[in-house]
């Protein structure tokens, strides 16, 4: 079974600067899907970023970009110039096949808050 | 579009009672799931679709049911609610071609059982 770890429980960031959260991921399939989601104070999931495991450019979504390492099996989130509104909780998930996207592993997550 | 929407937003269950979550979506989406989350915890998979009339198990099955008639609705029973089944439910659906990467999830649901 496939398995998510995200190590830093919290962290704190300065606006404007970067912020990187960790993920690390366990499968022996060699074709997985990765994605992170922000959950704020409000509650709801907002997707933010997907890499394949076969995509050979890291993913980038605006201000976040996903830096895949496959040998290291690690999948971190950076997000660069931080704003107020980052300050959530964000998700590491992953998925086996491309296309099964219905079928989440989550890690625990990392919470982040954003100092003005 | 509504997307992906849930009721009820909030429920209080005393132990022992049946309720259905309902989640319904107007996106055509063929994959629909269903998730919990506890405090403090990631999101974990109960039950997920890949269609109308298929329906499997994922991480946490026990004491829920689910049955997908339609495309658009994917509705969660609880037989007989527990504590342990005090959590946040989100219903998300997925679709395919070029955007099968990205979930669409739900509001939630908060459900309290005494």
């Known amino acids: 079974a496939q398995k998510i770890t995200q190590t830093q429980p919290g962290m704190f960031v300065q606006e404007k600067e970067a912020v990187t959260l960790d993920c690390t991921y366990d499968?022996?399939?060699?074709?997985?899907?990765l994605f992170w989601y922000k959950q704020p104070s409000s509650g709801e999931m907002i997707f933010l970023i997907y890499?394949?495991?076969?995509?050979?450019q890291n993913a980038t979504e605006g201000r976040y970009s996903l830096n895949f390492q496959k040998a290291r099996k690690s999948a971190n989130l950076v997000i660069s110039a931080s704003q107020l509104g980052d300050s959530a909780m964000y998700f590491c998930?992953?998925?086996?096949?491309?296309?099964?996207?219905?079928?989440?592993?989550f890690g625990g997550g990392t919470r982040v808050l954003v100092k003005p | 579009n509504a997307g992906v929407t849930q009721t009820p937003k909030f429920q209080v269950l005393k132990t022992g009672q049946s309720m259905t979550l309902q989640c319904a979506q107007d996106?055509?989406?063929?994959?629909m799931s269903w998730y919990r989350q506890d405090p403090g915890m990631g999101l974990r998979l109960i039950h997920y679709s890949v269609g109308a009339g298929i329906t499997d198990q994922g991480e946490v099955p026990n004491g829920y049911n689910v049955s997908r008639s339609t495309t658009e609705d994917f509705p969660l029973r609880l037989l007989s609610a527990a504590p342990s089944q005090t959590s946040v439910y989100f219903c998300?659906?997925?679709?395919?071609?070029?955007?099968?990467?990205?979930?669409?999830f739900g509001p939630g649901t908060r459900l309290t059982v005494l």
């Open positions: 998300a659906s997925v679709g395919g071609g070029s955007s099968y990467n990205e979930q669409f």
């Open positions: 996106m055509n989406h063929e994959y």
């Open positions: 499968t022996s399939d060699q074709s997985y899907g």
């Open positions: 890499q394949g495991s076969y995509d050979e």
């Open positions: 998930a992953m998925t086996l096949s491309m296309g099964a996207g219905n079928k989440l592993t």
